[in-house]
């Protein structure tokens, strides 16, 4: 088993930035890719960036690209991600997932086998 526990939400203006930290625990050896999805008020939960174990690879949602950074740190178990440029339509609970299993749908909530409790952004105008 993983756990997961998101940490760094808050509420900020339009322009501001924030990162979210996800810290892992129990065998984070047997997770091989780790994302970020968001969920907004009235809205199915979204798919917003991964990155594989090595980090070689990271994958963005069209809406954030060039504006959130993911990251990862193996040797604290933890996760990051930076959100610069926010904006209202970020506003959401943001989740930290992780993936046992290789897949190339980093995109798909069913690939992740792994949630925490997720940490809510709001960003005012």
């Known amino acids: 088993q993983v756990q997961l526990v998101e940490s760094g939400g808050g509420s900020v203006q339009a322009g501001d930035s924030l990162r979210l930290s996800c810290a892992a625990s129990?065998?984070?050896?047997?997770?091989?890719?780790m994302g970020w999805f968001r969920q907004a008020p009235g809205k199915e939960r979204d798919f917003v960036a991964a990155i594989t174990w090595s980090a070689t690879n990271t994958y963005y949602a069209d809406s954030v690209k060039g504006r959130f950074t993911i990251s990862r740190d193996n040797a604290k178990n933890t996760l990051y991600l930076q959100m610069n440029s926010l904006k209202p339509e970020d506003t959401a609970v943001y989740y930290c997932a992780a993936a046992k299993y290789l897949s190339t749908r980093y995109y798909d909530q069913l690939m992740y086998s792994y949630w925490g409790q997720g940490t809510q952004v709001t960003v005012s105008s």
């Open positions: 129990g065998r984070t050896s047997s997770t091989y890719r």
